[in-house]
């Protein structure tokens, strides 16, 4: 990883009371526009951080599985729907389909996914650092900001930009 994001851990934990500030700053009209930032930074952090030497969100958090994910991944692991269920999943506050329990149980010792190939829309998608999802959802990307690198160094390099 990037000498720059040496102690991003606590450095995030630090600034998540400004980082929450400056995302709220994001959502009036001193933001407009910086969702086209996103997919260069995302470039960038991706240039400097690599996920397996992290997997900090496979650690963590769990994605939501969607009926579409949970019939794929049950598919691709040779099980019926509804043993995939009972063994990983459970339902959330929310009503959604969460892992049971962390770190996920499809993450190796190595951090390699051993259902990557069939994984959740959510995991695809996750950090959303280079989608609107970032600037929507302020609450969800200051959180992230301490279990991403990658969500940290954008958020950084956006404070740069939009003072």
């Not at 043993?83 to 770190?103: A, C, M, N, Q, W």
């Not at 999802?133 to 390099?157: D, G, H, M, Q």
Request: with cysteine.
């Amino acid at each position: 990883m990037d000498a720059s994001l040496n102690n991003w851990k606590q450095r995030a934990t630090e600034q998540q009371k400004a980082n929450k500030q400056f995302l709220q700053k994001l959502q009036t009209k001193k933001g407009r526009g910086v969702e086209k930032l996103l997919p260069d930074l995302h470039e960038e952090a991706f240039s400097h951080i690599d996920c397996l030497q992290c997997a900090g969100c496979c650690k963590s958090i769990s994605p939501r599985f969607k009926t579409p994910d949970i019939k794929r991944i049950s598919k691709y692991l040779g099980m019926r729907e509804s043993l995939f269920i009972e063994t990983y999943l459970r339902l959330d506050e929310d009503g959604d389909y969460v892992v049971k329990s962390s770190p996920c149980p499809f993450l190796g010792a190595d951090n390699y996914c051993s259902i990557y190939d069939a994984r959740p829309g959510d995991c695809e998608n996750y950090p959303y650092t280079d989608s609107y999802e970032f600037v929507k959802r302020p609450n969800t990307t200051y959180l992230n900001s301490t279990i991403c690198p990658a969500v940290f160094y954008v958020l950084e390099k956006l404070r740069d930009v939009v003072k």
